[in-house]
């Protein structure tokens, strides 16, 4: 089973950044699609960033690209979500996930085994 324990959620400003972490233990990391996704008060969970388990391609949703950076560290077994100019909008509590899909980056939150607790992330204006 893989255990996933995010951190480096917090309170910022707007145009400020933070760097989001995610520790993955348990079971082979390395074949695992990861994935970022986010819920703020009365919305569904919404997909903001993926990478794959084979070759690092990595995927954002529209609402974040050219702000945000998914990237991991096989050896340290993480996954680190650069998040730079956040804006309000990004305020909701952020959750890594684990898909066994080596392939596909998926979008779906109903497709990913394994989840983490979840971060909050607040943006002030």
């Known amino acids: 089973q893989v255990l996933l324990v995010e951190s480096g959620g917090g309170l910022v400003q707007a145009g400020g950044s933070l760097r989001l972490s995610c520790a993955a233990s348990g079971r082979t990391f390395s074949g695992y699609t990861m994935a970022w996704f986010r819920q703020a008060p009365g919305k569904e969970r919404e997909f903001v960033a993926g990478?794959?388990?084979?070759?690092?391609?990595?995927r954002y949703a529209d609402s974040v690209t050219g702000r945000f950076t998914i990237s991991r560290d096989y050896e340290k077994n993480t996954v680190i979500l650069q998040m730079n100019s956040l804006n309000p909008e990004d305020t909701a509590v952020y959750y890594c996930?684990?898909?066994?899909?080596?392939?596909?980056?998926?979008?779906?939150?109903?497709?990913?085994?394994?989840w983490g607790q979840g971060t909050q992330v607040t943006v002030s204006s």
């Open positions: 990478i794959s388990g084979n070759d690092g391609r990595t």
């Open positions: 996930a684990a898909d066994s899909s080596v392939f596909y980056i998926q979008d779906a939150p109903t497709l990913y085994d394994y």
